[in-house]
């Protein structure tokens, strides 16, 4: 079973302008903020992560 995190299944803007902004808040390394790509798979695992912290039920395996 393959497990996606859509922005719109959490209710988060999903255009370029609001995924930077939302990576911006979490902390994301600036080196990666030029990159829409690597930002992307950053902003992925910190979102869930922030979710499983915050008692969602997320597989472990993506979390690491």
Do not use: Y
Not at 28 to 36: V, Y
Not at 39 to 49: P, T
């Amino acid at each position: 079973m393959q497990f996606r995190t859509r922005p719109q299944q959490i209710d988060i803007d999903s255009n370029l302008a609001a995924r930077k902004e939302l990576a911006a808040e979490l902390g994301c390394p600036t080196d990666l903020m030029g990159d829409s790509a690597k930002m992307n798979m950053w902003l992925h695992k910190s979102v869930l992560r922030k979710i499983a912290d915050n008692g969602g039920n997320v597989p472990k395996s993506l979390l690491d």
